[in-house]
């Protein structure tokens, strides 16, 4: 990498060169934006020989530094998966184009009528890490909802990222648009994002994905409004009322269908006159999971692990789960407020009314009333591809599909009205 | 004021009993809160003469401090401007309860019923100057939403504010609610706001309404999410096409009815081939607004003075306005894009495609076709009372009303479903 693009310079070039490029994306139709989706899903199926060249680099050097089988899999691409990406291109394509649409209109008493319309936010910026996908993913939502990206992925995937951005370059630059509505930062200079997140006079909004140390350094340091995509740290409450299967099943999904996700269960509350606790508790073991529960758990399964103050607080993102055995409901919904990051929590209920207080009282993105905590996803809430999964309760909380990349502004039309 | 009032203690204080304090609002009822609100109309009324009296201390120290006549005005409060915020806070518990309202429910393939719900935003900061109303329209629109209310008003107002924020706290104390419902900053010491504006596990949103230094500030030191209100440099584009009398009473209006607010117009821009430039310009003089032109306004109104490059540049929040002649729509649609603060633009026009361009091509807060910018306004859309003016795109943009001050969670209804 030259030298030059060391400095703080790149950064602020790319800055502008993205703030220029809103005009050329945000005055682009459906079709055209379409058309250019579809090629891409095209480009990526036909080249996935040179996408998996360059995934092979990021391997080798993954493999050098010795990282976790987990690691290595999610930075993995295979032909499978390059169709997987062509293909969430390709719904992002179909699904419908949200700018444009006008919501509201009222004629008011001034005779002004008065609604607002759905427009893009102008540049986003997206600080991610490992998953390749999330290069094409973004880069798609973005071109969709009239956005220019600027991605901002991690070392561990430079190369795929690489190819996967110019690649939309290419085709953005073929069809006689501006190539910098996607913007690729390729110098990986830790110094340099703190540079990206002070101009607020050119992208309109960063989405940090990552780790907690990334949404604390990006909350501290950016002047730009951020969108936190933080960690789950989610609620299961088994009330006294539950039916034994739904209490067992949900359990289990929300633990061991994929434990390393952000909408799996970390911590099970339960009423202590439900009668199956044990029972409860031994399914989630027969599945390997391994238990970390207060004293009354281990009263009732003894030789488990002792829960210590800081299970309480632990996203495990694996085959573990902290266990607590309530009073009440209201003991529930209490370690819940104290513990939980705001990401989903479910009841398992036949309580009407305990449902409704739990949809009520549980000030979190997503609350469930005997389901998953799993569903909690743009797919699955039919949103389309996702942009991720929003922990903060300003402009998009929750699932953040298309709809999120958009803003509302007013449009007024008169006769000459005054004041 | 006690001196150990003066360390970060105190804000950290204020802060925790604010958090603490949002169980006890979010889970009133709409008729317990307009209960609260009415009352609070009635103590206002009531007790003016002891508000005035507090009032005079502030007149007092300003009159001392040699301020301007128009700061005076705003800081100053009598009978009339008593009831008027007696009246405010009626209106606000007329207009409905956003808080509890479930939107885009749904059924989805898998079986789960989805919806979101309008819940409040919890604990909402309120950083502002001088006008002394606000704190009561923020007080009362903060209880109507379900959200915790932190004041910070100016020293200028202080005394004014003590005196209002007491009464409603009060008021929740004597009906047996918990007073932290509404908070003022009594300890003005510039140094503690950024205490303040760091607590982002205490408070949920930050609104800066004010100058700019005080929002860069504001954006500069928070790690809570902000809503700035910010300047409005509001453009006026008259088209070739435009009607006459609309023209001139559009231009009066926007400039002259009320020049100290952020929706007046700051910048004319007239289409050279406008048949009645000259008379334009002559209605504004006559209402006695200063000219700063371009060369070609000059040559059209020899002796007005001659605008230089900060003019375009320039809220004057006064009697007088900077003008350049353009020599066609895109050339307004780019000085509007280089020089705007996002805030209210509007065109005046007889082109039905140019309206529709303008609407679509201009990235504004609010948009006018043939209409005063001086419409946006909350009450003027038909949002009752308003927060304020948003010139940030994330969350409310434009207008934010009450609805602003609440957001949506996910809400999800199953029969035992997992994935």
Not at 198 to 204: G, S
Not at 253 to 265: I, M, S
Not at 336 to 351: F, R
Request: with cysteine.
């Amino acid at each position: 990498m030259n030298k030059e693009k060391k400095s703080s310079a790149y950064i602020n070039d790319l800055c502008e060169r993205a703030a220029n490029a809103k005009k050329d994306i945000c005055i682009l139709d459906t079709k055209s934006k379409n058309r250019i989706l579809l090629k891409y899903a095209d480009v990526l199926r036909k080249n996935s020989t040179s996408i998996l060249a360059e995934n092979e680099k990021d391997l080798k050097a993954a493999i050098d530094a010795g990282v976790s089988k987990a690691f290595y899999d999610r930075l993995l691409l295979d032909e499978k998966r390059i169709d997987s990406m062509a293909q969430s291109v390709e719904e992002i394509a179909a699904f419908e184009d949200p700018v444009g649409r006008i919501e509201n209109m009222r004629t008011r008493p001034s005779g002004i009528r008065v609604g607002q319309m759905r427009v893009p936010l102008g540049v986003v910026a997206v600080i991610y890490e490992s998953r390749p996908n999330v290069t094409v993913d973004i880069a798609s939502l973005c071109i969709k909802s009239g956005n220019v990206a600027v991605l901002r992925g991690g070392e561990e995937s430079i190369y795929t990222n690489m190819i996967l951005a110019s690649m939309i370059r290419d085709i953005l630059a073929g069809m006689n648009y501006n190539p910098d509505i996607v913007n690729l930062v390729e110098n990986l200079d830790r110094d340099l994002v703190p540079v990206l997140l002070k101009r607020d006079d050119a992208i309109d909004i960063v989405i940090p994905r990552g780790g907690e140390g990334l949404i604390k350094m990006v909350t501290q340091e950016a002047t730009i409004p951020v969108i936190k995509h933080e960690k789950g740290l989610c609620h299961l409450y088994v009330d006294e009322s539950a039916v034994k299967d739904m209490a067992e099943q949900i359990a289990v999904n929300g633990k061991v269908q994929r434990p390393g996700v952000c909408n799996a269960v970390e911590t099970m509350l339960i009423h202590k006159n439900y009668p199956w606790k044990k029972e409860l508790l031994a399914v989630l073991m027969k599945h390997k999971v391994e238990i970390r529960g207060c004293e009354k758990t281990i009263e009732i399964m003894p030789g488990i692990v002792a829960a210590t103050a800081a299970d309480w607080k632990t996203e495990y993102l694996d085959l573990t789960i902290s266990v607590r055995i309530v009073d009440s409901f209201e003991d529930a919904l209490e370690h819940i407020t104290t513990y939980s990051s705001g990401h989903s929590e479910a009841i398992v209920t036949s309580d009407y009314f305990l449902g409704q207080r739990f949809l009520k009282e549980i000030d979190s993105a997503a609350v469930f009333v005997n389901a998953s905590t799993r569903f909690h996803d743009g797919g699955e809430f039919g949103l389309g591809a996702e942009v991720g999964i929003s922990t903060q309760k300003l402009h998009a909380r929750g699932a953040m599909g298309i709809e999120g990349l958009t803003t509302l502004k007013y449009i007024v039309y008169g006769n000459g009205e005054i004041r």
